[in-house]
């Protein structure tokens, strides 16, 4: 069978379509002759990116349906890993696998509903008539069958990883516009299948403002140098001397008033600025190291930075070949790291290690990190989550988890640190345990100021 093919221009062209699926209307991407590449001609073929006849077909829809009161959907699906096939295969192969989605999912729906490939990784459908609940059971349906997609290749089979958003017109979007920019939106936000409701707008939208907000005052704050260290004493247990001190990040507001960072890091993490801060602590904690030869600094990453690069370059270009640098950190990093990517976390320690400094991992018993991996991370200390240190002495439960952890570091010969200790009940319990290490608000709170020097001057 022989199916007929729009494309942007509006021309009718043929293309090949396998046995047994029904004629359905289907958009193209813009294609460019070589005597039409001028950006009068793109511009008349799409609007924001997006095939102009497509667009005019959802105005359409969602205009009749007005009239009619009827409603109908808008679904929109993402390869998310087109980048990655076409690197390993190649563009015929990533394009041989888009266009055999698009077929299978053109047997899917109704003659009246239009598919259309919209970007180059993304294909709509528009329904022209659908009920909420059978739009969104198509959209599970569709997106079942995508992951369970084998596109025969001459490299064998490709695995696809596709998102998914259906958006109720004309509910959720007046205009089509509207529609693209929602469905835009949500496949950005989250992986897997999303049907966004009305209620959910004003608030998301809220929540995006703001959040953007914080992200200038937070790149503002790093422009201004307004981002400081607090030092936090980790006492030796044995000795009860300070063993080292903690470097916390602090963000000195425009009315001069010190807080804490914590919760600015999420944000700098979603918004791209958390190289940035990561280069920015570890070279002020270079500075510290350069100053007092004695001292001893734990400073914090990202749990992106456990796979960033240049950062481990900074790293090896501010301490490489000054051991009496390197030996005095301690970079502290988290367990959710090693649930994203344990290899990749893997070489950031053993990176960190070669170059002469310690690693530690940071909320110990939170993520509930494996005996294989915390073996294949070989890092120097654990820290074990304050959660569970705070009320050791009134909660049976969280001292036999306590007692379990430190019997399970121990038995990889790993520091151990606890956490979040604020009384001398706590810290007497912790020493008959056999912590090695103690951190919290009974031996000192974070100062902005570096105690050390002040107590030598």
Known sequence: MRQRVRNVRGNMHHMNEPQGTDKKSVITPMETDADETNASASHDSAYNGYPMNFREAIQERINNCRQTGKTTALIVFSIDNLA????????QTSEQAIQEIMHETAQLIGENDIIARIQKDQFAVLLHESEKETAQNLTENIHRHIKCFGSNSQYGSLHILCSAVCV?????????NNALDQAYIHLKSQHDIVF????????????????????????????DN??????????NSQTGEIAHYEALLRNVSDDGTISSAGALIPIAERMGLIHMIDTMVLEKVVRDLEEDSDVCLAFNVSNLTTDDDRWLNTMKRLVEGRPEIAHRMIVEITETAIHRDLAKTAYFVASIQAMG??????????GYTS???????????VKIDGAYVRDLVDNPDNRFFVKTLLEFAQGFSLKTVAEFVENGEVAKMLMELGVEYMQGYYFGRPENRRRWISEDQ
């Open 84 to 91: 990655m096939i076409m690197q390993g295969y190649g563009h």
């Open 168 to 176: 109720g017109l004309p509910e959720m979007a007046g205009d089509a």
């Open 196 to 223: 966004p409701e009305l209620e959910e707008t004003p608030h998301a939208s809220a929540s995006c403002r703001q959040e953007m907000g914080l992200a200038n005052y937070l790149a503002r704050a790093i422009r």
């Open 226 to 235: 307004r981002l400081r260290m607090a030092y936090q004493p980790v006492i």
């Open 357 to 366: 400094a310690q690693v530690a991992l940071d909320d110990f018993g939170s």
């Open 371 to 381: 005996f294989r991996q915390l073996k294949s991370l070989s890092v120097d200390m």
